[in-house]
């Protein structure tokens, strides 16, 4: 990955755009160890992936695009990943 030629500079927010595909379950485990600890140093983290049970185990906030608009921001503590699912495809809680 080259996500330590961006470590090098000094930005304040980073975006990570379906990072874990087709990589194995060591280097998820370590990339989520580095975007914790990112956060936690006060980094802005954007991720965007497919992969809910991802999401709701990294991410504080959700917000859930359909058709090119947000139609869902969430906490990621109180959403589970069959609510995403529902947003993902355009249906809407009963």
Avoid: H
């Amino acid at each position: 990955m080259a996500i330590g030629k961006w470590l090098r500079g000094d930005a304040q927010v980073l975006i990570f755009d379906e990072p874990t595909k087709g990589v194995d379950i060591k280097a998820k485990q370590d990339l989520f160890s580095l975007i914790d600890q990112l956060a936690q140093q006060g980094k802005g983290i954007i991720y965007a992936s497919g992969e809910f049970s991802e999401l709701v185990g990294l991410c504080d906030r959700i917000c859930v695009l359909w058709d090119g608009r947000i139609v869902a921001e969430l906490n990621a503590a109180e959403v589970d990943e069959e609510t995403l699912l529902l947003f993902s495809t355009g249906g809407t809680p009963q």
